[in-house]
């Protein structure tokens, strides 16, 4: 069980304003009585004009914050001849240390000791020699400015510190959403690769007995087989797809390049006339192919024979393998029988495939590339590097 953060007491701001203008106050008046008594006689309009310097001092010390220079300029010139704005001036020199540049402090410290000079020099003290007063101001200025100085870069690092924290917790929100949407495209490709080539042969096929009046029992009996064995393999392939997903990686086994000639036979089956032309021996384990590359490469060729099957139903469909410096990979449809594309009802194509093609040729650094033929028919082709 972790432990929480243990919060640190602090007075709350008012009370630390009232606390540093009062204490300097009380400071100062003891200061100015005590020379009053030992510095005799004093003139008392002189103590009384310090007293009125070092309230004026000290209740100027409640704009530190807004107005540090102006304030610490003020309790500093006060200073030069009233005991009792000492204190005031060391508070507001502390205060510009915290909030101001180096520069202003550095002016301000060089500042507060040519006004304490001076005051030594006005109202000099016989029982104290003037080496050991010039130590005290200097030590005592010093570590005034020190400690506000530490303070302001404990504030800084602590900013700087929130600005990490803050800058990581976007990343990481960023971090998340980007894998969450680069999820949800793996999840659209793999459902659109998997079940739209099923459930296009169960269109084309369902077409084709909605058309087919005429058709034998045999024929008839052929084509409700087909549409009863594709609908049973999509159910497959969506239960393969959500095991993936629930599953750790690598526990399912996905497509590789050998089940292309199993794909190939499959369409063949289903009334697609495919030739599967594979001069460099890929699909039949003549050449390694990478399980990533193997994989982009039968999506490709299924994605290809379902556009052709939804777009010109029984045309003869090419698939060439090919390659040296990188593996080719090329479908080519011609154009399909007169009449049967009429016959034939299926959904127009929303370009997701293609897109997805795109997008996973991009992922092993290949590249895609379709457009129609001159004997109008419709060619696709994939340019994959060979797995070093």
């Given at each position: ?5 243990e919060?640190?007491w ?13 204490l ?7 200061a100015v009585l005590n ?11 002189l ?7 070092g309230?004026v001092?000290?209740a100027?010390?409640w704009w530190?914050?807004r107005f540090p220079?102006v304030?610490?300029s ?10 009792s704005?000492?204190p005031?001036a060391l ?5 510009v240390a915290?909030?101001?540049?180096v ?7 060089v500042t507060?000791?040519v006004?304490?000079?001076?005051y030594?020099a006005?109202r ?10 010039a ?14 100085l ?6 800084q690092?602590?900013?700087?510190l ?7 917790e ?6 998340a959403?980007?894998?969450q ?8 490709r ?5 079940l739209?080539h ?29 549409i ?15 095991g993936?997903?629930r599953?750790?990686v ?9 089940d292309?000639?199993e794909?190939i036979?499959?369409?063949s089956r289903?009334g697609t006339?495919?030739?599967l032309?594979?001069?460099?021996g890929?699909?039949t384990?003549g050449?390694a ?5 193997g994989?982009?490469l039968?999506?490709f060729?299924q994605?290809?024979?379902t ?9 003869p469909v090419?698939?060439?393998i ?5 593996l ?8 399909p029988?007169?009449?049967?594309a ?7 194509g929303?370009?997701e495939?293609?897109?997805g093609?795109a997008e ?7 590249d895609?590339e379709y457009?129609p ?10 340019r ?5």
């Amino acid at each position: 069980m972790s432990r929480l953060p243990e919060r640190r007491w602090s007075w709350p701001p008012r009370a630390r304003d009232v606390a540093l203008i009062v204490l300097p106050a009380l400071v100062g008046l003891n200061a100015v009585l005590n020379r009053a008594e030992i510095l005799a006689p004093v003139s008392s309009w002189l103590n009384t004009l310090d007293l009125v310097a070092g309230v004026v001092a000290c209740a100027s010390l409640w704009w530190r914050r807004r107005f540090p220079l102006v304030v610490a300029s003020l309790a500093v010139a006060m200073s030069t001849f009233a005991e009792s704005a000492s204190p005031a001036a060391l508070v507001a020199l502390f205060t510009v240390a915290i909030h101001c540049s180096v520069r202003a402090t550095a002016t301000m410290f060089v500042t507060n000791l040519v006004a304490l000079g001076g005051y030594a020099a006005l109202r000099p003290d016989p029982a104290v020699p003037l080496w050991a007063l010039a130590g005290l101001f200097v030590s005592g200025t010093a570590a005034v400015v020190a400690w506000g100085l530490l303070i302001r870069s404990r504030r800084q690092l602590v900013a700087s510190l929130r600005e990490r924290a803050a800058a990581a917790e976007v990343e990481a929100t960023l971090r998340a959403e980007r894998s969450q949407h680069e999820a949800r495209e793996t999840l659209a490709r793999e459902m659109h690769d998997v079940l739209g080539h099923r459930l296009s042969l169960l269109s084309v096929h369902a077409g084709a007995l909605a058309y087919a009046r005429e058709a034998s029992q045999e024929e008839t009996a052929r084509a409700a087989d087909v549409i009863r064995e594709n609908a049973h393999r999509a159910l497959q392939d969506l239960r393969e797809v959500i095991g993936v997903l629930r599953a750790p990686v690598g526990e399912l086994p996905l497509p590789t390049v050998e089940d292309i000639a199993e794909l190939i036979e499959e369409a063949s089956r289903a009334g697609t006339p495919v030739e599967l032309r594979d001069g460099h021996g890929v699909t039949t384990g003549g050449r390694a192919v990478g399980d990533t590359v193997g994989r982009t490469l039968y999506r490709f060729v299924q994605e290809c024979l379902t556009n052709a099957r939804k777009h010109a139903p029984g045309a003869p469909v090419v698939v060439r393998i090919t390659g040296d410096d990188h593996l080719v990979s090329e479908v080519e449809n011609r154009e399909p029988p007169p009449g049967t594309a009429d016959r034939v009802e299926h959904p127009a194509g929303s370009g997701e495939g293609l897109r997805g093609l795109a997008e996973r040729a991009a992922l092993v650094g290949g590249d895609v590339e379709y457009g129609p033929t001159t004997s109008g028919g419709w060619r696709t082709s994939m340019r994959l590097p060979w797995p070093a």
